[in-house]
């Protein structure tokens, strides 16, 4: 437990999934740090075999000497190779690890931050395949090569005091270089990237709402807005380039330099007695070794200012959310839904949208959600089938608190067409399935023909398994509208919620809705619908009057259109009985 909170402590979070990827990545750390010691060693092979090479071979001429030294530097070489190689197929599949620890929670909580109006997009599985795309990159292999560069350095320093002078000094300046350059790079970065992200956001909505932008000549405008945030990130991304860029060149040109300074000390030595030729050499080339790390670090600064931001964002932003535990198994519902007491205010909101809504249904029961614009008839739908948060009280379905639900199980027993019908790329066919690998054909069929579409699939090119493109762009209002009420009805939900369904069918898709709701509720579902036309509240038994979120009527059907509207009451009534003649 004391470990658990020093690493929570240390890496400034509790999540219990988090800490597991970072005491796997701890292990991994120090296993790659064995690996780099041993890498690093046999790093002074080289230097080592030229030294034996001028000082030992050149003076005896001894042909058994130089096979000898040259067998065990190939075989030397050969194991460094495979170390290093071990080293990066470790992290590689380090990286691979985290990514998948997180990305089933990264990917339910950015769904999670969508649904309650947070912003983020996919910025947080961006982030998490960048911290993937970063361990596995050579950039954090010179972070384990870095540690050895004053290993290095004390062995220049033990050959002659003056070439480890001149390469401390050489080590001290190449700091200083990647210091400067992490001060002068890092609002650049951090302002290219938040425009970035901008920039994108705002094409895909551009995209999204193609159509609406060309009817409304709005193309020149979103294309200037989206051409000036791309321009401001491009030029702030060309000054950190060019910041990067002019300080690795500075930083490579340097080091070169400095082994020839290296070379120059070590001939100075050499004339003066103090050392051998071959010492020279090998001082120049353990020193080069010292210095590359940094170098490297310098040039992958960009990278590493990139996935330290990913990280941090990544971290908050999984922090922000509970993350859900395990839920008990629960029986199979009937179809009793309870709302009690419940207030809801979305996130943005100054005040709640819905305020102390108490009501509740028996199973096979049919509920109207009526009332004026921005009553809040929406969010009751989606605070029922447990997408909306309340801020206080509960909805209950068979008596069970849908926070005690798991989603993915309590999401088979309730069908929802929302305001905006969202489609997925993929078939007819998956749409219907919600993409379950498991459906079966006639369950498939079975919930287009509950709702009605099972013919105007087949019209489709393809019948069910037409492509209907990203988000049903190849369909139109109605037809969308349509399969998403067939999505609804697919595995025979106990609960179905329809949320102004028929705002965009004709005449026979009204007829199809409202068969469909019939077929509901024989078979025993409780439905509730959010309706603006009369013709919609038909067949229910029940109706709830909202207005500025708050209940102002809830009961029988003809008993609530008579208190809300006494002098219409007669009219609607002879409108919801016409609906229900002219469908049977």
């Known amino acids: 437990m004391l470990k658990r909170d020093k690493i929570a402590s240390a890496m400034g979070t509790t999540s219990p999934l988090l800490l597991d990827a970072f005491r796997a990545a701890r292990r991994t750390a120090i296993e790659a740090a064995i690996f780099s010691l041993f890498v690093n060693l046999l790093m002074l092979t080289g230097p080592l075999y030229m030294l034996q090479i001028y000082d030992r071979v050149m003076s005896s001429h ?12 190939v075989i030397l070489f050969a194991g460094m190779a495979a170390l290093d190689f071990a080293r990066g197929a470790l992290l590689a599949r380090s990286a691979a690890a985290f990514e998948e620890k997180l990305k089933h929670l990264t990917f339910d909580l950015t769904l999670d931050a969508s649904r309650v109006g947070l912003n983020v997009a996919d910025q947080p599985l961006r982030d998490l395949r960048q911290i993937r795309q970063f361990v596995a990159s050579p950039a954090l292999v010179a972070v384990f090569d870095a540690p050895w560069a004053p290993i290095f350095l004390g062995v220049v320093f033990m050959m002659h005091w003056l070439l480890g002078l001149v390469a401390l000094i050489g080590l001290i300046l190449l700091g200083v270089l990647a210091f400067i350059n992490e001060r002068m790079s890092r609002h650049a970065n951090t302002s290219a990237m938040s425009l970035t992200s901008e920039a994108d956001k705002h094409a895909a909505a551009s995209i999204r709402n193609a159509a609406a932008a060309d009817a409304m000549g709005m193309r020149k405008t979103l294309r200037d807005r989206w051409t000036k945030l791309s321009d401001e990130a491009n030029n702030h991304l060309l000054s950190s380039t060019d910041t990067i860029g002019g300080l690795t060149a500075a930083s490579k040109a340097f080091r070169l330099f400095l082994q020839s ?15 051998t030729p071959g010492v020279m050499i090998a001082a120049s080339i353990i020193a080069g070794r010292a210095l590359a790390p940094i170098e490297i670090v310098t040039s992958q600064w960009k990278n590493f200012a990139l996935s ?4 941090r964002r990544l971290t908050k932003f999984i922090e922000h959310f ?29 005040h709640p949208i819905l305020k102390n809504i108490n009501f509740s249904l028996a199973a096979g029961e049919a509920l109207g959600l009526i009332g004026p614009s921005a009553a809040g008839k929406s ?20 008596g069970a608190n849908l926070s005690h639900w798991d989603m993915d199980a309590l999401g088979k027993y309730i069908g929802y067409l929302p305001q905006e019908v969202e489609l997925f790329a993929g078939t007819a066919a998956q749409n219907i399935a919600r993409f379950r690998d498991d459906a079966k054909s006639e369950e498939i069929i079975a919930a287009a023909e509950a709702a009605g579409a099972h013919q ?18 190849r369909l139109s209002a109605g037809q969308r509208q349509r399969l998403g009420l067939a999505r609804a009805l697919f595995g025979d939900p106990v609960l179905v919620v329809l949320d102004e369904p028929n705002a965009n069918l004709d005449a026979e898709g009204e007829a199809a809705l409202a068969n469909a709701m019939k077929g509901a509720k024989a078979r025993g579902a409780t439905v509730i619908i959010v309706a603006h036309r009369p013709s919609a509240i038909a067949f229910v038994d029940k109706l709830l009057f909202l207005v500025g979120g708050e209940v102002r009527a809830f009961g029988p059907r003809d008993e609530v259109l008579a208190q809300i509207a006494p002098k219409q009451a007669p009219v609607l009534r002879r409108v919801v ?4 003649a002219a469908n049977g």
């Open 577 to 580: 009985s016409d609906g229900e």
């Open 379 to 398: 969010t009751l739908a989606r605070a029922i089938v447990g997408v909306e948060p309340c801020a206080s009280g509960a909805v209950r379905l068979d």
């Open 62 to 73: 001894s042909y058994e000497t130089l096979f000898v030294i040259t067998v065990l530097v």
């Open 261 to 275: 300074a290296i070379l120059g000390t070590g001939a100075f030595v050499a004339i003066r007695g103090e050392a």
């Open 322 to 350: 509970p993350v859900r535990s395990e839920r008990t198994a629960l029986p199979a519902p009937k179809g009793v839904v309870s709302v009690e007491r419940i207030f809801c205010q979305p996130a943005g909101a100054k």
């Open 456 to 473: 105007m699939i087949l019209g489709f090119p393809e019948g069910y398994d037409t492509d209907i493109g990203e988000r049903g762009a």
């Open 308 to 311: 330290t931001a990913a990280f």
